[in-house]
């Protein structure tokens, strides 16, 4: 009986179950017609069960060098553990042990954005912060727009999988599947809106002009009493369409000219509050990864998110411009986050 080819895992199978019969090898061998030597370096490779793995010493860190790798870190913010300690002339660590070390003493994050300030900026923001420093805040309409798209952010598709489950499958789409523009304000404790832009329509003056008739004057602003015209403050940035001479103009035809049209520094979106009320909304539309398939759907939800946002909630992100202008004045017209 010549030797053959490897066994199969169905002849493998019946060895085993030969085995537990109580089988000789030989015996096998005869039943399965293959070469006994075959059978006997099978059952003899079985018993013998996996080689245990040969840990290898690892690089004990002393005290020192952990005092080395946190002044390392504070001093390279962003950079990878494999850098941090090459700085510090500690080799031969390897990558699960740096990151068990560096988790004690630090924290993944990511880089913030911000506009760059330089130091005229600093000085308008200061100049800004003075001039409105006595002002009533809870007279004061902030108002911005907002794109939302049907993707939303990247970062915000993670989370914690289930051992053994699959991450649930995202698609993926160019320019986040196309979106949607977004205006509202708030004033004390009032949201006014949200209107939606029409879409494919392009944010100039005369279209912004014509939008802020359409929605905020037509729907919110007429309805409202002499009084509070006569008092109310209207806050935009300095986006071009808002800024521009002839919507300045059109303000002004509008009775919302002089000290009723707020002064705006320059690149300083972390002054406006309405700026805090849009991340509440986008946590609660991309909650859980959440994708959406049509413009209309995602404009939908921002409604719905809009509309859970209570008066306390609003009051708040209000009332802390008076925090907000004396930190600026602190750092000397320095950005002061959100």
């Not at 053994?164 to 986040?176: C, E, S």
């Not at 990864?289 to 209000?318: C, P």
């Amino acid at each position: 009986m010549g030797q053959k080819k490897d066994l199969t895992g169905s002849e493998k199978s019946k060895i085993v179950r030969y085995l537990a019969e109580g089988c000789s090898s030989l015996k096998i061998a005869k039943l399965l017609k293959r070469d006994h030597r075959t059978i006997k370096r099978f059952i003899q490779n079985s018993q013998q069960g996996r080689k245990k793995r040969v840990e290898k010493p690892r690089r004990k860190i002393t005290a020192h060098e952990l005092r080395k790798v946190k002044r390392a870190a504070a001093k390279m913010p962003l950079a990878t553990s494999l850098a941090i300690f090459q700085s510090c002339n500690i080799t031969g660590v390897p990558k699960s042990t740096r990151c068990a070390i560096l988790r004690d003493m630090a924290k993944v994050r990511k880089a913030e954005r911000r506009p760059p300030l330089n130091k005229t900026h600093k000085l308008k923001r200061q100049d800004w912060a003075k001039k409105y420093l006595k002002t009533d805040f809870s007279k004061v309409l902030w108002t911005d727009e907002m794109r939302v798209s049907l993707d939303g952010p990247d970062g915000w598709a993670r989370g914690w999988i289930g051992k053994g489950q699959r991450a649930p499958v995202r698609l993926r789409r160019q320019q986040g599947g196309g979106g949607v523009l977004v205006w509202a304000g708030i004033i004390k404790d009032e949201l006014v809106g949200p209107f939606r832009v029409e879409d494919g329509v392009k944010l100039n003056s005369q279209s912004y002009c014509q939008f802020l008739e359409d929605t905020f004057f037509k729907q919110w602003y007429r309805k409202k009493s002499a009084s509070f015209k006569k008092n109310m403050i209207f806050m935009q940035d300095n986006a071009p369409s808002h800024a521009s001479k002839y919507s300045t103009a059109w303000l002004e035809r509008k009775g919302i000219k002089e000290e009723k049209l707020m002064t705006w520094p320059p690149c300083s979106p972390d002054l406006n509050p309405i700026e805090n009320l849009w991340s509440i909304i986008k946590c609660e539309i991309y909650k859980e990864g959440k994708q959406y398939t049509s413009l209309n759907s995602v404009w939908e939800a921002v409604v719905a998110a809009a509309r859970n946002v209570d008066g306390e909630q609003i009051k708040t992100l209000t009332e802390s411009m008076d925090g907000r202008l004396l930190s600026v004045l602190a750092k000397k017209g320095g950005y002061i986050g959100r």
